[in-house]
């Protein structure tokens, strides 16, 4: 679901920069998308259970393999996707 949006911010590009523009770029689409979607939206993407494109499957090796670039990915949309599951219930 959010690896969509990762892939079309082109997250599969980032290098070791200093800054991170591409990154913050995909974090952000990925957050507006959780923020801007309702609750039966995200359940019936939950529910769809799709296997990854090509290109998602691409854009999870990249996060794979480069740590650092996964890590501040995660560090920025875990708290506002989590917090957004949990209103809808999908998390405990």
Same mark, same amino acid.
């Given at each position: @679901?959010?690896? $969509?949006?990762?892939?079309?911010?082109?997250?599969? #590009?980032?290098?070791?920069?200093?800054?991170?523009?591409?990154?913050? #770029?995909?974090?952000?689409? !990925?957050?507006?998308?959780? #923020?801007? =979607?309702?609750?039966? #939206?995200?359940? =019936?993407?939950?529910?769809?259970? =799709?296997?990854?494109? %090509?290109?998602?499957?691409?854009?999870?090796?990249?996060?794979?393999?480069? %740590?650092? @670039?996964?890590?501040?990915?995660?560090?920025? !949309?875990?708290?506002?996707?989590?917090?957004?599951?949990?209103?809808? $219930? @999908?998390?405990?």
């Amino acid at each position: @679901m959010f690896l $969509g949006c990762l892939l079309l911010a082109g997250i599969v #590009q980032i290098k070791g920069q200093e800054q991170h523009p591409i990154l913050n #770029q995909a974090a952000n689409k !990925v957050i507006q998308k959780y #923020q801007n =979607a309702s609750c039966q #939206q995200l359940w =019936a993407e939950r529910q769809q259970h =799709a296997p990854p494109t %090509p290109a998602e499957a691409k854009a999870i090796q990249f996060l794979h393999s480069d %740590p650092q @670039m996964r890590a501040l990915f995660i560090n920025k !949309v875990a708290a506002p996707v989590a917090n957004k599951l949990f209103e809808c $219930g @999908m998390i405990p």
